[in-house]
């Protein structure tokens, strides 16, 4: 089970963390996604942690302003969302997925566990 929180109402250049607890005791061998859906759009992959080799992937959307970690002891992915814009305003999902590369991370198909969401919105 993925839970997030952290989600809210901001203004434009402001900053936000989100936050998805899991409560799967294997944490620490699934690599981790944070996908968001606009209204009215498809969902898009936004950022990935994978769990070999702690890399992190972005979209380029994002890329310089948003930053994904994680805690495996908390069993908690984050992310930071710096200089947040209206275009940012969606739902924040997060997903767990046991393949580790860039291809596998960037293919909502290939996660197995999703969270409800969270919603950010973005105020200009």
């Known amino acids: 089970q993925l839970v997030e929180s952290g989600g809210g109402l901001v203004q434009a250049g402001e900053s936000l963390r989100l936050s998805c607890a899991a409560s799967e005791e294997t944490f620490r061998i699934y690599s981790m996604g944070w996908f968001r859906q606009a209204p009215g759009k498809e969902r898009e992959f936004v950022a990935a942690n994978s769990w070999i080799g702690n890399n992190q992937y972005y979209a380029d959307s994002v890329k310089g302003r948003f930053t994904i970690s994680r805690d495996n002891a908390e069993s908690t992915v984050y992310l930071r969302m710096s200089s947040l814009k209206p275009e940012d305003t969606a739902i924040y999902f997060c997903?767990?997925?046991?393949?580790?590369?860039?291809?596998?991370?960037?293919?909502?198909?290939?996660?197995?566990?999703w969270g409800q969401g969270t919603q950010v919105t973005v105020s200009s």
């Open positions: 997903a767990a997925n046991r393949g580790f590369s860039e291809v596998d991370l960037i293919d909502e198909d290939r996660y197995i566990y």
